[in-house]
């Protein structure tokens, strides 16, 4: 699965960003799907998560200001972030898991991260 990110940027305390993944048409089944964050000096962390029935999952930072929601037609996943904090400035990585067809291990798949910059 080959997961394409988008949205980042830089932008105020208290501003807005979304951003976007989409997964390659190909031939898995997608599971979860989800955003996780690495701020320079610390380790990824998940911001938050979508499973394939749609139940959802948040980093507790997050709760209340981060909103994710999927196409499951086109394979897309997006991340909108309100109330941007200075704290919240890291790479974003977009995270799939997903099985391949006739295989029944499920694997883990990495975008290549879009930086969120929020300035004070």
């Known amino acids: 699965v080959q997961l394409q990110a988008s949205g980042g940027g830089l932008v105020q305390a208290g501003g807005s960003l979304r951003l976007s993944c989409a997964a390659s048409?190909?031939?898995?089944?997608?599971?979860?799907m989800g955003w996780y964050r690495q701020a320079p000096g610390k380790q990824r962390e998940l911001v938050a998560e979508?499973?394939?029935?749609?139940?959802?999952n948040y980093a507790e930072s997050v709760e209340g200001r981060f909103f994710i929601s999927r196409d499951y037609a086109k394979n897309t996943v997006n991340l909108q972030m309100h109330n941007l904090k200075p704290e919240d400035t890291a790479v974003y990585y977009c995270?799939?898991?997903?099985?391949?067809?006739?295989?029944?291990?499920?694997?883990?798949?990495w975008g290549q991260g879009t930086q969120v910059t929020v300035s004070s």
């Open positions: 048409k190909t031939t898995f089944t997608i599971h979860d």
């Open positions: 979508i499973s394939s029935g749609g139940s959802t």
């Open positions: 995270n799939a898991r997903a099985t391949r067809w006739g295989r029944s291990d499920r694997n883990e798949y």
